[in-house]
């Protein structure tokens, strides 16, 4: 079963223009990730947020979290061609320190337009 | 840099066949896992090993098999390969958490396996 859900599954916009995607999660969570896979490749660390983090910055990147409506958003700013790819976020449910297992969303596709 | 290698990008076999799809890394990271990634139903965990010749099943194990006896390698068997594992397959590892280390996994390239 998906623990996350991203919102849209789809986005196009313009290069220069932000973008934004969601992402919702059922149960309680340890930390929040979010990963980011070119076409046909395997999937490359972003970000990673704690459950008591509310907002977390890379770069270009803005990633918030909210615990009690048990959702995160991913911020792009300035948005670059380079930037086209689909976004998962990850959640880690049962904490242990050893064999901690992630659940993926089923993934934002973004354009970037040039 | 961490790198994790997977034996092949592309393969085809045939129904029948046992397939044998192999991933290392270099970081001496414990954690092992094998995903499966189809169009619309996203990446799910097949099986994965938090040391050598340890393993747990994931959501869903059944037509597979894995292996670990070296720390760096991690390998997943399909003991007789059907159509409906016709699939992109990604190897991933992660170090236990720690103070020093977050639970962030590092893919392979993935392998596009065809079964005809």
Redesign the interface.
Known sequence: SQQGEEDPQALSIQEGENATMNCSYKTSINNLQWYRQNSGRGLVHLILIRSNEREKHSGRLRVTLDTSKKSSSLLITASRAADTASYFCATVAIFKAAGNKLTFGGGTRVLVKP | DVK?TQSSRYLVKRTGEKVFLECVQDMDH??M?W?RQDP????R?IY????VKMK?K??IPEGYSVSREKKERFSLILESASTNQTS?Y?C?S?F???PRH?????????T?LTVL
């Open positions: 994790v414990e954690n896992f995903y619309g139903l996203g990446l965990l994965f090993s938090y040391d747990e994931g959501d992109m990604l991933a992660s236990f958490y720690s977050n639970n962030e996994q590092f893919f392979g390239p993935g596009r």
